[in-house]
């Protein structure tokens, strides 16, 4: 992954998926609920762009749903499932 910054000062993650689309991991300039937390800390833009399709393809995270993310793939890495340990897919998304 590529870090750089935007013309607004915002940090940029590129890189390209299995399928060759370009992929973004971008700060957000939205600063939700979190007293005292800057703009950049607050929410993510996470998605694959299309040319000449800005935006279309990310998904605007707060920092709960980063977590969340977080926790599953950091749990699919170590096991191959997305469900923790006392979950089961009934109990998941309800």
């Not at 800390?41 to 399709?53: I, Y």
Request: charged share 25%; net charge negative; glycine share 12%.
């Amino acid at each position: 992954m590529k870090i750089q910054r935007t013309e607004r000062g915002f940090e940029i993650g590129t890189w390209q998926d299995a399928n060759g689309m370009q992929c973004e991991l971008q700060q957000s300039s939205a600063t939700g609920d979190h007293c005292g937390t800057p703009p950049g800390a607050s929410f993510v833009w996470l998605g694959g762009r299309l040319e000449g399709d800005y935006g279309s393809h990310r998904m605007h995270l707060s920092r709960e749903q980063v977590t969340e993310l977080y926790n599953r793939l950091d749990t699919w890495l170590k096991t191959g499932s997305f469900l923790f340990t006392a979950e089961r897919l009934d109990d998941v998304g309800n």
